[in-house]
C-alpha cells in the first residue's frame, strides 16, 4: 500500500503544513507514516530500525541537549540514508531552516514541511495518510513479519518498530485476532474486506488495525486498557461487515503489552488457530484453548515428533481414523461410533488393539493420555 507524496501533501489535515523544498521528491511513493520526537541517541536518529523505505517522517521535535548540538541538515541527511521519503517538522522548534538545508533538500528531492502545533493535531494528521494508504491498492502483508514473529526471531526493539510500522497510533495494550472463511465461503475476499473496513474506521478510544494474511485478515485492536466488552463489540463489527459474519472462523490472543509484546500476542493467536482446526471449532480464544497450551509451542521439536511417530507411525488408515476421532469426541465412544460410522464395540476393539501393538507395559488410562497428545501433534502438524 502507498500513496506518492503529492497526493499525502493535499490531504485534509495535511493541506495546513508548509511545503518548504525538495517538490521535485513529490513522485515518491509513501508506505508508512513514522511519528518521532528525535529523543536522540548516539546514532543521532531514534528508532532507526523503525524506519523503512518509503516512510514519511513527522516530528514534534521536542526540545533536548542532543537536538541543540544537532544540525537540521545531519538528521535529513541520515533520514535520506534510510530511503525514508519526507519529513515534517515542528516550527516552534525550528525556525525556518537556512538556505543551505533547502537547496541540499531540493538537489536530493527530499520533501521538507513545517507545520505550527497550534493549527493540526497530529493524531488527525497520521490516521488521515493511514486512511490514504490504506485506501490505495492493498498489497501489504505481514508474511514476513508474522513468521519471524512466530518464530521468536525478534528483539523487543524490532518488535516495537513493527508495531509502530503497522500503525503509529497503537494503543498501550493490544489483543490479536485471525478471522478466516470455511472451506465452502467462496465471498470471502481479505483485501476486499480491509479496504472496506479501513475506508470506514475513524479515530476512537479503540485503535484497530486490519490487515490480509494468507487467507484471511488480522486485527490487531489496541486500547490504553483492555475493556473486553468494547473490545468485543469492534472485532464483532468486523466481523458482522463480512457477509454478516456468516461462515467465519475466529480465534484471539490473550491481552499483551503493544510494543513489548506484540510478537507473543501473535503466537498465543497462531496456538488458538491451531487448536480451532484440530478441535473444529469455530470461535476460539487463546485463554480457552487448555492442554495445546503447552503442546503446541514445542510441536515440531525432535522429542515431539519422536513421541508422535512412536503412537501414529504404526498405525493403519482406519486405526488413526478412529483415534483422531478419539480425541476430537473427548474420548466418549458413542460420539465416537457415530462419527465414524461403527459399532461401539468395534471402537472400543480398535482403541484395545492400538494399546496393545503400541504400549502395552503401562496402564490404559496413561496409555489414552498419551495417545491423546501424539495425535494433537499429529494434527497440528498437518495444518499449514
Known amino acids: ?20 523544498a525538495g517538490e521535485s521528491g513529490f513522485d515518491h511513493e509513501v508506505s508508512s507514516v513514522c511519528l ?21 517522517v513527522i516530528a514534534s521535535m521536542r526540545e533536548n541537549e542532543a537536538l541543540s548540538r544537532l544540525k537540521l541538515i545531519d538528521i535529513i541527511k541520515s533520514l535520506d540514508e534510510m530511503n525514508c521519503v519526507g519529513l515534517a517538522f515542528n516550527e516552534k522548534m525550528i525556525k ?18 513545517s507545520f505550527d ?19 490505495s491498492n492493498v498489497s501489504f502483508t505481514l508474511d514476513k513479519e508474522v513468521k519471524y514473529m512466530l518464530e521468536g526471531m525478534m528483539s523487543k526493539d524490532d518488535v516495537e518498530n513493527l508495531a509502530r510500522t503497522i500503525n503509529p497510533m497503537f494503543l498501550k495494550q493490544c489483543t490479536v485476532s485471525y478471522i478466516w472463511a470455511e472451506d ?65 472462523r475466529v480465534v484471539t490472543s490473550d491481552e499483551h503489552s503493544t510494543f513489548d509484546e506484540l510478537d507473543e500476542a501473535f503466537r498465543e493467536c497462531a496456538c488458538a488457530y491451531l487448536t480451532a482446526n484440530i478441535e473444529g471449532k469455530s470461535r476460539l480464544t487463546y485463554e480457552d484453548i487448555g492442554v495445546y497450551k503447552l503442546i503446541l509451542p514445542r510441536r515440531n521439536q525432535p522429542e515431539s515428533i519422536k513421541f508422535m511417530n512412536k503412537y501414529i507411525g504404526v498405525m493403519n488408515r482406519e486405526q488413526l481414523e478412529t483415534a483422531i476421532s478419539y480425541v476430537r469426541c473427548d474420548g466418549d465412544y458413542d460420539k465416537i461410533s457415530e462419527d465414524i460410522i461403527c459399532h461401539r ?27 491423546s497428545i501424539a495425535v494433537k501433534l499429529y494434527l497440528a502438524s498437518q495444518i499449514k
Request: with cysteine; glycine share 4%; aromatic share 10%.
Open 1 to 20: 500500500m502507498s500513496i506518492e507524496v503529492s497526493s499525502l501533501v493535499k490531504l485534509r489535515y495535511l493541506k495546513k503544513f508548509n511545503v518548504l
Open 36 to 56: 518521532a520526537d528525535f529523543e536522540l541517541d548516539n546514532n543521532l536518529i531514534p528508532y532507526a530500525n523503525g524506519f523503512r523505505r518509503g516512510s514519511f
Open 96 to 113: 525556518r531552516p537556512a538556505k543551505n538545508v533547502l537547496d541540499y533538500c531540493d538537489k536530493i528531492g527530499f520533501p521538507l514541511l
Open 117 to 135: 502545533p497550534k493549527d493540526v493535531y497530529l493524531e488527525n494528521v497520521i490516521f488521515d495518510i493511514m486512511q490514504a494508504i490504506n485506501k
Open 184 to 248: 465452502d465461503n467462496k465471498t470471502f475476499n481479505p483485501i476486499k474486506v480491509v479496504r472496506n473496513y479501513n475506508e470506514k474506521n475513524g479515530l476512537y478510544e479503540i485503535m484497530p488495525s486490519v490487515v490480509p494474511y494468507r487467507d484471511g485478515i488480522v486485527v490487531i485492536i489496541t486500547m490504553n486498557s483492555i475493556e473486553k466488552n468494547k473490545r468485543d463489540a469492534t472485532l464483532n463489527d468486523i466481523i458482522n461487515s463480512i457477509d454478516n459474519g456468516k461462515r467465519l
Open 345 to 371: 464395540n468395534t471402537v472400543r476393539y480398535r482403541m484395545n488393539k492400538l494399546h496393545e501393538i503400541i504400549d502395552p507395559s503401562i496402564s490404559e488410562f496413561k496409555f489414552l493420555e498419551n495417545l
